[in-house]
């Protein structure tokens, strides 16, 4: 799963800064980053914190929504509450078919870009952070669907966005061991030179199977892990720049 992440300023921007674009930089920075929780070197998504997301509307210019998808036919705020902690990820192999994403997977899909995400390692009954990151660490794109809600009593709208997840790859095999979840799971990254397709319309059955094709597992070769300081109870230290950095845990042999 994905339920924790890594997001600076220069990965949000990244989209912009690779198109060279220093006009929309600008706007992205004095416009938008204010309205973020950025910059966010650890956050939970159960926090709810809002970034950037890129969508299929508006791929070039990005906008600042909350994580956890609310879908349009989510009747009131109090109901909005108890449903976005299940749509932090969407499962990817049934996006399409699930009443909470199926929607967003046809017309609403995004792109999250993050410096790196956390996951959990067990290991005799504890357990142990991992950060991962692409071996060159630079910025991750991450799958995402988005949804537009609006509440029906104050007539307020929000965006609101999931982290597609996929089977896990070989690395995410020895870090995410779960118990209580069936095989390893990953946030599922794009492909540089596959990220625009995630974004492109669905109209008929190939372009939905064009989208379902780009739902796999990310190289394992391409990323690297290391153990970090705790990111829940007593010893975590909350959103500070060394909440990244290697910690060594002697019992841990990995």
């Not at 036919?73 to 749509?87: A, L, P, R, S, Y």
């Not at 394992?220 to 909350?238: F, M, N, P, Q, W």
Request: net charge negative; aromatic share 10%; charged share 30%.
């Amino acid at each position: 799963m994905c339920y924790d992440i890594k997001a600076s300023y220069e990965a949000q921007l990244n989209r912009a800064k690779r198109k060279g674009d220093l006009i929309a930089v600008e706007e992205i920075m004095e416009q938008l980053i204010p309205f973020t929780d950025l910059p966010l070197h650890h956050v939970s998504g159960f926090s709810h914190p809002e970034l950037l997301i890129y969508t299929d509307d508006s791929p070039e210019f990005p906008i600042v929504a909350t994580w956890g998808l609310v879908p349009q036919w989510v009747k009131d705020e109090e109901q909005m509450k108890k449903f976005w902690n299940n749509t932090l990820n969407a499962r990817g192999e049934t996006i399409f078919e699930k009443p909470s994403f199926r929607q967003s997977a046809k017309s609403n899909r995004c792109i999250i870009y993050i410096d790196g995400f956390y996951e959990h390692h067990h290991f005799n009954k504890k357990t142990y952070p991992f950060f991962i990151q692409r071996k060159d660490e630079k910025p991750i794109a991450l799958a995402g669907l988005w949804s537009e809600w609006e509440n029906p009593e104050t007539k307020g709208k929000m965006n609101t966005f999931s982290i597609v997840t996929t089977e896990g790859n070989s690395l995410m095999d020895k870090i995410h061991n779960n118990p209580k979840i069936k095989g390893p799971r990953m946030p599922l990254i794009l492909l540089d030179q596959l990220e625009d397709q995630w974004l492109n319309p669905v109209e008929d059955d190939l372009d939905k199977k064009k989208i379902q094709e780009l739902i796999r597992s990310y190289p394992e070769d391409e990323l690297k892990a290391h153990t970090v300081s705790k990111l829940r109870g007593k010893e975590y230290i909350g959103n500070k720049k060394e909440i990244s950095d290697k910690v060594e845990y002697a019992e841990l042999k990995f």
